[in-house]
């Protein structure tokens, strides 16, 4: 089995592909993405990101080029099935995707859909709700929970099916902080147990955590790298229209005065350490 899960071949996009001056929503984009990778992408509004997105599980097919999902290529209608098995999507509105009334049976919904015998749901549908927190919650009306709960319903519901990679369009941009964070846990336990996740953004320091950032402009790859090396570049960064984390941001600031100062620093007790080692001699 190869360790390659998703291949985006020279992809460009037209929502109007009969007209060709249409503005191309992506342009000649090439991107592999691993087995058990989280990555991370990136931009600002109309940058192509959702895009992108559908294009990973065959809701979108691109105009030119071709997507590869394991050994299945989207254009194909026969393999869309195990596609959508494979790649499940989380979006920005989990309302949109509530569809029973109560929680467990929301979860239940994709697998009996997918035709998972009764014994193996039950199973499946504890699994997913331990795994997101809330299976204490299992038999209320979905929409009793707040914002950040029906997110990770949302998700339950999808890692039900048992996809080997979970796509999240802004998933967290409607969640308070602690939702958002909840929500992160979520995908850090869910990646450490092997799940491929690809989660799109407007926060950079919610990247932080993948493995790899790719940020998007006017539906080209502008920048990627590991956050370390992306976060490092506060001017290209800048020049793109995109907030710094503020710690990469103080720590690219002092490498400009200072050039031996690390730029590429990621957390607070990196940025403490640094500061601190060259304490004596910030001080005449
Ligand atoms: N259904 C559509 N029909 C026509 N054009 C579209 C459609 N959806 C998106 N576009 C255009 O395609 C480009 C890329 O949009 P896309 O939604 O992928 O960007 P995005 O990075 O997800 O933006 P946002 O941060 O606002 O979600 C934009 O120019 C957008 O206007
Ligand atoms: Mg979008």
Request: proline content about 6%; overall charge negative; glycine content about 6%.
């Given at each position: 089995?190869?360790?390659?899960?998703?291949?985006?071949?020279g992809?460009?996009?037209?929502?109007?592909?009969?007209?060709?001056?249409?503005?191309?929503?992506?342009?000649?984009?090439?991107l592999?993405?691993?087995?058990?990778?989280?990555?991370?992408?990136i931009?600002?509004?109309?940058?192509?990101?959702?895009?992108?997105?559908?294009?990973?599980?065959?809701?979108l097919?691109?105009?030119?080029g071709?997507?590869?999902?394991g050994?299945?290529?989207t254009?194909?209608?026969?393999?869309?099935?195990?596609?959508?098995?494979?790649v499940?999507?989380?979006?920005?509105?989990p309302?949109?995707?509530?569809?029973?009334t109560?929680v467990?049976?929301?979860?239940?919904?994709?697998?009996?859909?997918?035709?998972?015998?009764?014994?193996?749901?039950?199973?499946?549908?504890?699994?997913?709700?331990e795994?997101?927190?809330?299976?204490?919650?299992?038999?209320?009306?979905?929409?009793?929970?707040?914002?950040?709960?029906?997110?990770?319903?949302?998700?339950?519901?999808?890692?039900?099916?048992?996809?080997?990679?979970?796509?999240?369009?802004?998933?967290?941009?409607?969640?308070?902080?602690?939702?958002?964070?909840?929500?992160?846990?979520?995908?850090?336990?869910?990646?450490?147990?092997?799940?491929?996740?690809?989660?799109?953004?407007h926060?950079?320091?919610?990247?932080t955590?993948?493995?790899?950032?790719i940020?998007?402009?006017?539906?080209?790859?502008?920048?990627?790298?590991?956050?370390?090396?992306?976060?490092?570049?506060?001017?290209?960064l800048?020049?793109l229209?995109?907030d710094?984390?503020?710690?990469s941001?103080?720590a690219?600031?002092?490498?400009?005065?200072?050039?031996d100062?690390?730029?590429?620093?990621?957390?607070?007790?990196?940025?403490?350490?640094?500061?601190?080692?060259?304490?004596?001699?910030?001080?005449?």
């Amino acid at each position: 089995m190869s360790d390659l899960l998703i291949r985006v071949e020279g992809v460009s996009f037209s929502y109007r592909p009969e007209d060709s001056t249409a503005p191309l929503a992506l342009k000649d984009i090439n991107l592999t993405i691993a087995r058990g990778e989280y990555v991370a992408i990136i931009g600002h509004n109309g940058s192509g990101k959702s895009t992108l997105a559908r294009h990973l599980n065959a809701l979108l097919v691109p105009t030119r080029g071709d997507v590869w999902v394991g050994p299945w290529n989207t254009r194909d209608a026969r393999c869309r099935r195990d596609i959508r098995r494979t790649v499940g999507m989380v979006f920005q509105v989990p309302d949109n995707q509530i569809v029973a009334t109560t929680v467990e049976d929301d979860v239940a919904f994709g697998p009996e859909n997918l035709g998972v015998p009764e014994e193996e749901l039950a199973v499946r549908v504890r699994e997913a709700l331990e795994t997101v927190g809330l299976w204490e919650e299992r038999r209320r009306p979905p929409h009793q929970l707040s914002a950040g709960q029906k997110q990770r319903l949302a998700i339950a519901g999808v890692i039900a099916m048992r996809p080997e990679c979970l796509v999240l369009d802004e998933a967290t941009s409607l969640l308070d902080p602690q939702g958002r964070a909840d929500l992160l846990a979520t995908l850090r336990r869910l990646h450490a147990a092997g799940t491929t996740i690809v989660a799109i953004t407007h926060h950079m320091a919610e990247a932080t955590e993948a493995d790899r950032v790719i940020i998007l402009e006017a539906g080209r790859i502008a920048l990627q790298g590991t956050p370390r090396e992306v976060f490092a570049r506060a001017e290209a960064l800048e020049r793109l229209g995109l907030d710094v984390p503020p710690v990469s941001a103080l720590a690219n600031a002092l490498h400009r005065r200072r050039p031996d100062f690390p730029a590429d620093l990621l957390t607070v007790s990196e940025l403490a350490e640094a500061v601190a080692e060259r304490w004596t001699e910030a001080v005449p």
